[in-house]
Every structure is written in C-alpha cells, then in structure tokens.
C-alpha cells in the first residue's frame, strides 16, 4: 500500500481496518488547515502513544526541510486525528528537548529508520505530541 494519499482514502474508507498496520507498524491520519491555501490537508504518519498523546515525528524522510502538515501545525495547532475509525480534534505540540529525548527512542524503536533520518540531515527533526481535546 502507498503511504500518502491513496493510504488516506483507504484509511479512511475502511476505518482503519486497512492502512492502521503499516509495514510493520501503525499509522494515524493527521489532517491540518493549510498555513497559505486554508484547505485541510491530510497526512498518514507512524504513531505511538504517550499517556493521552499520539506522539508522530516530523521526519520527511531526513529532508533538509520539515514536512508541510508540521509548517502547518506550527501556524495553527488545532488538527484532527483519526486512529483506526476514532476520530477526534487534538491540539498539536512540539515535543520538549526533554520529551523529545524520552520519546525518539521509542519512536525509533517502531520505525528505525528515523535514526537514519537524523542522520542525514543537518536539521533537528521535531517530535511532536498531539493531545486529544475531547
């Protein structure tokens, strides 16, 4: 399965059912509001949770940019989530110097290759905690 908008409309389609276990791992669908367009844009990202929060990397695959969905958030944090059929509004953070260096390694424990990521780039590539506003 394609990891982004076909995954999407399959995600959704099916209520998770098909696009939750990805790869070997599990995905939720971010949907923020557009920084320039205002249009809702939805990602499909790798997530593990922290206590209440869903925690996603902003990693572009170690690009030297940040991903758009992460410009977006940062301009308006309120999103909306979707893990498996729950769907729900969160407000979306970037994770602390301390919170981020609990959570990477639990992050990376899912999805190695975020450790390469890091790598390959000169940016430091945010952990960001979505926190269900219910």
């Known amino acids: 399965m394609l990891f982004g908008k076909e995954h999407v409309e399959r995600y959704r389609a099916t209520g998770g059912e098909e696009g939750h276990e990805w790869q070997g791992t599990t995905t939720l669908i971010l949907t923020t509001t557009g920084r320039t367009s205002g249009l809702k844009r939805s990602t499909p990202l790798i997530y593990r ?12 695959g170690g690009a030297p940019d940040h991903p758009q969905w992460y410009k977006n958030l940062l301009a308006d944090p309120e999103v909306e989530v979707q893990v498996k059929a729950e ?3 969160a407000r979306a953070r970037t994770a602390t110097a301390d919170e981020k260096k609990r959570l990477w390694p639990r992050m990376a424990e899912v999805w190695p290759q975020y450790d390469q990521y890091q790598a390959r780039t000169d940016r430091d590539i ?9």
């Open 49 to 60: 949770t922290d206590g209440d929060a869903y925690v996603v990397v902003a990693s572009s």
């Open 126 to 134: 945010p952990v960001v905690l979505l926190e269900p506003v219910r």
């Open 87 to 89: 769907e729900f509004r």
